[in-house]
């Protein structure tokens, strides 16, 4: 399964934006199947997109299996640190 950012939402600007993201990912996080998340054409993504979209995966999900399970392509270093650090550092929160 391919999700593709762009086909959802115009960028990774806003929480809302996150939003929309946020039941496709749960949806293919439910599947149990490696699915890959595709940042074709967008350059960047804030914090409050990445929380919205990614962190709350959290809630029903550990960071480890979040990993194994979900592969981003078609994306930026910045894109790819924000979500690894937004993950990380929630993680760390819901563990504590």
């Known amino acids: 399964m391919v999700i593709q950012v762009r086909d959802l939402v115009p960028g990774a600007d806003t929480a809302q934006q996150g939003d929309v993201?946020?039941?496709h990912l749960q949806a293919a996080m439910?599947?149990?199947e490696p699915f890959v998340v595709s940042f074709a054409n967008i350059q960047?993504?804030?914090s409050s997109f990445v929380n919205a979209a990614f962190a709350r995966l959290l809630k029903d999900y550990a960071f480890a299996d979040i990993r194994k399970q979900?592969?981003?392509v078609q994306s930026t270093r910045q894109?790819?640190?924000m979500i690894r650090t937004r993950l990380s550092r929630v993680s760390i929160e819901v563990a504590a």
């Open 30 to 32: 439910a599947t149990g």
């Open 70 to 72: 979900m592969r981003v």
């Open 79 to 81: 894109i790819n640190d």
């Open 21 to 23: 993201l946020f039941p």
């Open 44 to 46: 960047s993504a804030t």
